[in-house]
């Protein structure tokens, strides 16, 4: 057992998909995974593991923002010894003509989070996906049918942001999605050399003010989470 994870040794498989929300790993495991063992209540953040067409897989909810995936992370990482942790979560969506439910790889994740610098200490440091789990996902997604973006994120801090001025910078820069987590969980792989992929889907347009149905959220993160399974 971990701090916030309850599992017993050997009962997290090396591959982790990461969503959001915990009832969401829920729901993944009562409904595409084979033999789903309940191996983590604590905080009501549940994690799975089961089987994915005769493979072992775990699914375990990260919560929301950089300080809650970084705890799930490290715990997986070091206590759990996970050797690939994929997100499967929402961003908001920084272009104009992105549509709501297109799915993106996040190549790279900008961050505005302090706790880059409590790390880098003012210095820079481009958090970047793994190249062999991204070119895996985007070719599996073609052979699927299915249309992904692979573009730059911004992991922010703040959901609330009073200030939409502050996104012209990012824009500026082509940041194409925005999430809360990725930069932080492409840091932390590449300081423990493992593989990390951060799969979004589009649940907002901050620059036409565009939103999802929760319907249309639930039949675009069932396609993701296939992509996700599949790689
Ligand atoms: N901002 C930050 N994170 C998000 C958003 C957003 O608009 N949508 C989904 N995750």
Redesign the pocket.
Known sequence: MSIHIGAQPGEIAETVLLPGDPLRAKYVAENLLEDAQCYNEVRGMYGYTGTYKGKKVSIQGSGMGIPSISIYAHELIHEYQVKTLIRVG???CLQEEMELGSVLLAIGASSDSNTNNMVFNGLQYSPTADFTLLDKAYHTAEGMGMKVVVGNVLS?DL?YMDDPQRYHVWIDHNIVG???ESSALYTLAARSNVQALSILTV??N?ITGQVSSSQDRQEKFMDMIKLALEI
């Open positions: 929402t961003c908001g922010t959901f925005i999430d809360m649940s907002d901050i």
